[in-house]
């Protein structure tokens, strides 16, 4: 296949294009509309063709013949439990979870919240909704009650499924306790939880609705796939936005299964019976597209590992991975390999483990440092994949083909070309293509492929607002940077308030409203420094209340310990900075692209509309004073 031919098909015709790519998948009824517009200048993909995605996953691979293929190897070094599930095997769980489900009310439309670990359960619970047409919205076990309080009230569960704990390298995190709290929290409340109980801790079914995971199965009659419409969702996904309140990014099952059958051969260049291994969380898209719908509905062999790259037990937690599995590829955030690198400089660990089963190696999720990539590239001696998207489009929009010949070639720095469906360009603040190698804001001329998520649950004009309005035509993915004159794209970080942690894509107008809220502070604004292994972290800026008196470094300790236990651990706030005065425009708006690029250690122009000149010297130094600016 040639790339170029591809790429200019996709743009020429897209209904065309993505009209050929309609068999990728079984349907119930094939769709008769391949590309329609919604009254919100939205798009929708196969909306009138009728599918399953649990049927896609699981059914419809026993009846090609890969029924005693394992579907998911369990590897979890952290409860010392190895798991191998069959395709026919995780298709009964699936079928008898879903009808007991359906015993306890939920059926097609109804929203489960799944608040769980990387155990199998959790692939079974998702792939239960979806056989009943019932949208799942997993909430990543890090989050704290608050936060999974607001998911709560925002999709308004039937159900809560959840376990008894989560495993952080040797320590238990009972979550039992956090899903009671956010139910006390919440507005909504769902009427039952159902608890998967794990040997290392048993939790207490002591709420009105608490269900055993195992129990509550018994005697529930098989549930078979139940029939959605392309355009019907199957799940919510939540991802901090720049306000405080997360966005519900909506998933349809039509153009999501095509997307991720396309991807998953053509990008990621995997096919039936391969070994395909996301390290990632369930809690995330990847999670989401490619660990559990994108290489079952591909015919793969999925690992599901509860774990880390290091002290699991050691760096070479990966390596024992590829070697025991025969992982043909793998994909990542680079945080994990600036982890293992860190512990393991020269990569003693990877020799003592047989990695000849691995092609190449996909990172996305934060930007890949030069220095990482060549550090992997040489000590695995295969091809790193920087490829680049976002939690709204599900699936990559920019990346190498690596299931064609010539993929393109690597560049430094460079999350490569456009793949087809994607026509990105890079924008001045007008709209217009700016000269190749400048910079600007990245965004998608409409309509993009199918996949990408077209509503927030909910409020569908919000996804107006937050992605179409700013450049009329064009889907703004946030995201900052440029192209080179041969179409090769640069993501250079994100233009508005949300910051990525190891990958992990957090709002700091969420962590303000938290640091806000402590008596001392007066207004505060947090922003992402620059971390060498997290990539980004949150710094808190703070002007405390006048005529406080206080211990700064008390205050400190507060904020951070208020931001871990009301947006959860991941947000990894660890430091808040005392200031005089933030800076500010003449309107009084707080300039935080400025504080951006201070943190980010770049170089800024003196904004016009600045009050005071001399508090962005103040600033840096009081950082620079601190430690932050590296
Ligand atoms: P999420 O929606 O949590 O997956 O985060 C998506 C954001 O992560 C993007 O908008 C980018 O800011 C960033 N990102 C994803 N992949 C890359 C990459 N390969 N290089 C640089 N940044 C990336």
Same mark, same amino acid.
């Given at each position: ?220 009659? =098989?549930?078979?796939?139940? *029939?959605?419409?392309? @355009? !019907? +969702?199957?799940?919510? #996904? ?95 955030? =680079?945080?994990?390999?600036? *982890?293992?690198?860190? @512990? !393991? +400089?020269?990569?003693? #660990? ?281």
């Amino acid at each position: 296949m040639s790339y170029n031919e591809e790429y200019q098909a996709a743009l020429d015709n897209p209904e065309g294009y993505w009209a050929g790519q309609v068999d990728r998948i079984q349907w119930f009824k094939k769709p008769e509309t391949i590309l329609k517009q919604t009254e919100y200048g939205t798009y929708n993909w196969y909306s009138d063709g009728e599918l399953n995605s649990s049927y896609l996953a699981l059914d419809w691979q026993i009846e090609q013949g890969r029924g005693e293929q394992v579907a998911i190897y369990y590897d979890s070094p952290v409860s010392n439990t190895k798991q191998a599930i069959t395709f026919n095997e995780l298709r009964d769980q699936v079928a008898t979870f879903a009808g007991a489900l359906r015993g306890l009310g939920v059926d097609k439309g109804d929203r489960v919240v799944i608040y769980m670990p990387m155990i199998p359960e959790a692939a079974v619970a998702m792939l239960a909704c979806a056989r009943l047409g019932a949208p799942h919205s997993v909430v990543f076990g890090g989050f704290a009650p608050n936060e999974l309080a607001i998911r709560i009230d925002d999709a308004e569960p039937k159900v809560i499924l959840t376990a008894s704990c989560g495993i952080e390298f040797d320590k238990q995190i009972a979550y039992k306790p956090l899903v009671d709290k956010a139910v006390e929290l919440s507005a909504h409340k769902p009427s039952n939880v159902v608890v998967c109980q794990r040997p290392m801790l048993q939790a207490e079914l002591d709420k009105p609705g608490d269900l055993d995971w195992y129990d509550f199965q018994q005697g529930a009659e =098989p549930a078979d796939p139940v *029939a959605v419409k392309g @355009e !019907d +969702p199957l799940y919510i #996904l939540y991802t901090s936005g720049t306000t405080g309140q997360p966005k519900g990014i909506v998933r349809d099952n039509g153009g999501h299964a095509v997307a991720l059958s396309y991807a998953l051969n053509n990008v990621y260049g995997m096919n039936a019976g391969d070994v395909w291994w996301g390290a990632s969380d369930i809690g995330w898209v990847v999670g989401h597209s490619f660990i559990v719908y994108g290489p079952l509905m591909g015919g793969c062999s999925a690992i599901f590992y509860e774990g880390k790259p290091i002290k699991c037990p050691d760096a070479g937690a990966f390596w024992r991975v590829i070697d025991e599995y025969g992982v043909n590829s793998m994909f990542c955030a =680079p945080t994990a390999f600036r *982890a293992i690198r860190k @512990e !393991d +400089p020269n990569g003693e #660990l990877s020799k003592k483990y047989e990695l000849s089963s691995l092609k190449w190696v996909f990172v996305a999720g934060e930007k890949l440092d030069s220095s990482t990539y060549q550090w992997l590239s040489e000590l695995l001696q295969v091809p790193v994949v920087d490829h680049w998207w976002q939690t709204e489009t599900g699936w990559p929009m920019t990346s190498p083909m690596m299931g064609w010949d010539n993929p393109s070639e690597p560049r430094l720095g460079s999350t490569n070309k456009p793949i087809p469906g994607y026509d990105i360009r890079v924008l001045d603040g007008d709209g217009n293509d700016v000269e190749p190698n400048e910079s600007g804001n990245i965004c998608a001329k409409l309509p993009m492929p199918p996949g990408v998520a077209w509503t927030i649950w909910n409020k569908p004009q919000r996804f107006v607002d937050s992605y179409l309005t700013a450049f009329p035509g064009y889907y703004h993915t946030g995201d900052g940077g440029f192209k080179d004159e041969d179409g090769y794209i640069y993501i250079t970080g994100r233009t508005d308030d949300v910051i990525n942690v190891s990958g992990h894509r957090l709002s700091t107008g969420e962590m303000e409203e938290v640091v806000s809220a402590h008596p001392a502070v007066a207004e505060c604004a947090v922003i992402g420094a620059n971390d060498p292994l997290k990539g980004q972290v949150p710094v808190g800026l703070v002007v405390l209340k006048a005529g406080v008196e206080v211990d700064e470094a008390q205050v400190e300790a507060e904020l951070v310990q208020m931001v871990r236990e009301q947006v959860g651990a991941l947000a990894c706030f660890r430091r808040a900075v005392i200031v005089q005065r933030l800076p500010k425009t003449r309107s009084g708006k707080i300039l935080r692209a400025i504080l951006r690029k201070i943190a980010a250690a770049e170089s800024y122009k003196m904004p016009s509309t600045i009050d005071d000149e001399t508090i962005l010297p103040e600033i840096t130094g009081i950082m620079e004073e601190a430690g932050l600016l590296k």
